[in-house]
């Protein structure tokens, strides 16, 4: 079981299920995957990931220095304050106020080209 996980370029085994699968559709031993046979002779090789990050992340998040930390307090200090942004709740609330009038303008509008009498 271990040399499945380790990436090596051993011959599949033929009582593996992936061989006996290739073997039924007609696949050859030593020759490409495709119609021209011009696809891999090997496997791909694999490596068991150990960690919980995603699996794009390779390298690890440094914290940063403290020199770097202090610039950067020292810029904050500098800059004005930044006006509050509104809470997740109220933007919300906006966003459905604002949605409705939409509506309202839409169904005002149709009305005007609409009979009377329907």
Do not use: C
């Not at 304050?81 to 604002?98: D, Q, T, V, Y």
């Amino acid at each position: 079981m271990g040399e499945e996980l380790s990436g090596s370029s051993a011959a599949i085994n033929s009582s593996n299920i992936g061989y006996q699968l290739l073997k039924k559709h007609g696949w050859k031993e030593g020759t490409g995957l495709g119609i021209a046979e011009q696809g891999r002779l090997e496997p791909i090789r694999t490596h068991v990931k150990k960690n919980k990050r995603g699996i794009g992340a390779e390298k690890v998040k440094r914290p940063k220095p403290i020199e770097a930390l202090e610039a950067e307090s020292k810029n904050e200090k500098e800059k004005p304050p930044k006006k509050s942004k509104a809470s997740k709740r109220m933007r919300k609330i906006l966003e459905l106020e604002r949605r409705l009038q939409e509506t309202e303008f839409d169904r005002a509008f149709r009305r005007e080209f609409w009979p009377d009498n329907v």
